[in-house]
């Protein structure tokens, strides 16, 4: 009987030793996708992007530049060459944020992009 009794809370002390360390595992992985949220770049949040600033510009961020989007037509080709079911407009970005991004240049119609091959 004591053999038993012995096996069964071992096998119990085993169970939940194990069953703690996944539940730490687990807080641990969600405090890391949380911290690697939070330490997102300007480039990484805004790149391929349609920003309008707070004084009413239009850009795109493409490749870590800062395309003016003069036009809505080429705003609008722009983001279906990229459409994916997500939202691809940010508004209100403050100025000094993109500032950070060297102007590329104007995007214009019809204007298609090739994804990069490294």
Known sequence: MKKVLFGA????????????????EAENTEAQAAVQADTLTDVDRYEGKVVESETGEWFVIKDGLRW????EPATTDYLNSIADGTNHVVRGVPNKTLEQFP???????????VEKVN
Do not use: D, Q
């Open 68 to 71: 003016r989007a003069m036009s």
């Open 9 to 24: 809370m071992a096998i119990l002390a085993i169970f939940c030793s194990c069953n703690n360390k996944v539940e730490k």
């Open 103 to 113: 102007i590329g240049g104007e995007i214009l119609p019809k204007l298609k992009y």
